[in-house]
Every structure is written in structure tokens, then in C-alpha cells.
């Protein structure tokens, strides 16, 4: 038994050598036919027609939400900047930037700023407010 085992040990390795004597040339070889290999450019495809369109369907106009249509009452001391009627919020924005616009009370250094006027720092409650929280001052002063 003992002859078998020794063998065998001796078997194993000189196939693992020539496993490795095999893989190594070709790995190079692979590479340096690659690096001598010109390349070449890639054959150009027929362009394939564009698949017909379907006829588009026409787009409906874009209905407004019904909440901010809906009119609403200002308070006194909005009714002084945009008027006494009924109208929706985003016509009272529309009307106070108008204003703003009109009287020159955007800040010359801050553009998102609104210098408030006498009208104006009643309806705000401050000197200067930002334009971002312009809706906000409007939603408080308004009612169904």
C-alpha cells in the first residue's frame, strides 16, 4: 500500500504543472495577438424605419381646481390693498403683487423681500415680509 501512495503523490503535481504550462502560453499568446491585432470598425446596421405614430389625441384643457376657485370674502385690511369683492385666493395674490409692483415695494437687495407700506404693514403685522409667506398672510385673511 505503501507504493500506491507514493505514486499517486507523485502523479498529482506534474499534472498540475502541465495544467499550468498549457494555461500560461495561451493567456500570452491571447494578449499579444490582441495588442497586434489592427482593430476594425464595427459594420454599420441599416437604419430601421420609424414605426408609424399613432394620431394624437387631442389634449383636454386643464381643469382648475375647484378650492381655489371658489370666492372668497377679504377682511378689512385686505379689502383696502385689492378691493371689497368677492374673489378666488390666487386672484388676491395676483392683486397684492400687482400693488407691490405698482408702489416699487420689492427690496432692492433681497428680491424674495416685500417692504410693507402703511396698507400693507397693517395687513402684514410687520416692516417686511418674505414673498413665500405671502400666502399665507392672505389665507388669514380671507373667509368663505
Known sequence: MAKKKKAVAKKAPKKAKKAAAKKAPKKVVKKAAKKAAP????PKKAAKPAPAKKAAKPKAKRKPNAAFMA???PSPALAAV???NAAPRTQFIKKIWDYIRKNGLQDATN??????DDKL?????????SMFELAKIIGAHVSK
Open 39 to 42: 482593430k476594425k470598425a464595427a
Open 71 to 73: 370666492a372668497l370674502k
Open 82 to 84: 385689492v378691493g371689497g
Open 111 to 116: 428680491k424674495r423681500m416685500i417692504n410693507a
Open 121 to 129: 404693514k397693517v395687513l402684514f403685522g410687520k416692516d417686511q415680509v
